[in-house]
């Protein structure tokens, strides 16, 4: 499968995707690596593994709707099988996700459909939750709440704060993200009328 995936920053996810290609864990190839932001540290990480990237500045638009049809446009000359979301920064429009519905995945550090949106490792310590996570998910127009496909849990320990919790949170999601991307490379993973489904059972 051709893979394209979209960041914003550190890229710590990429690496676990990028790692787990070069281990044959993922029947796929990482075609390009986009950003939107030009110092994003994992433009460098896809560079050390001789991925294609681009830099497409969502300061250079004028609307939202102008950046995403650039966005797709770059993204279709790759005509990937699969995009992948891994800290890319942006609210979609509806006309992107559309266009890349059952095929575009994300990671999101909550267990959803708790703590949508930003700051979800403070939001967890401060409902006093017992334990915390992230969930991989497909992309649908609601933000952060399309279909599960994978969690994972972490416990929360009375001396967390959200930079120790982000970091366990973290260290989970490279194991999750490689392994749902694999499951999609196999074809044993689609999404169908808002399911996610795997080796044909809904999730
Ligand atoms: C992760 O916390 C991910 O859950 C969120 O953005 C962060 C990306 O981290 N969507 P990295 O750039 O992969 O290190």
Redesign the pocket.
């Known amino acids: 499968s051709k893979i394209v995936v979209l960041?914003?920053?550190?890229?710590?996810?990429?690496?676990?995707i990028i790692d787990a290609v070069k281990a044959g864990q993922i029947n796929g190839e990482i075609c390009a690596v986009i950003s939107n932001r030009p110092d994003?540290?994992?433009l460098t990480r896809a560079e050390n593994a001789g991925i294609d990237t681009l830099v497409l500045d969502h300061k250079a638009f004028d609307s939202r709707e102008d950046y995403d049809a650039a966005l797709m446009e770059k993204i279709d000359a790759f005509n990937p099988d699969l995009v992948v979301?891994?800290?890319?920064?942006r609210i979609l429009t509806p006309g992107l996700v559309q266009n890349y519905l059952g095929r575009m995945l994300?990671?999101?550090?909550s267990l959803l459909p708790k703590y949508q949106g930003l700051n979800?490792h403070q939001r967890a310590l401060d409902a006093k939750d017992k334990e915390h996570g992230?969930s991989v998910h497909f992309v649908t127009e609601e933000l952060d709440g399309g279909p599960v496909v994978l969690q994972a849990k972490v416990t929360i320990e009375s001396d967390d704060t959200a930079q120790t919790l982000?970091q366990r949170?973290?260290q989970q999601?490279?194991i999750i993200y490689p392994l749902v991307v694999q499951w999609f490379c196999e074809k044993r993973l689609t999404m169908e009328t808002d399911n996610a489904v795997l080796d044909g059972q809904v999730l």
Do not use: D, K, R
Not at 85 to 89: N, P, T, V, Y
């Open positions: 960041i914003s920053g550190s890229g710590s996810n990429l690496q676990a994003a540290y994992g979301l891994a800290g890319f920064m994300n990671i999101h550090p979800t992230v982000a949170v973290h999601e490279h």
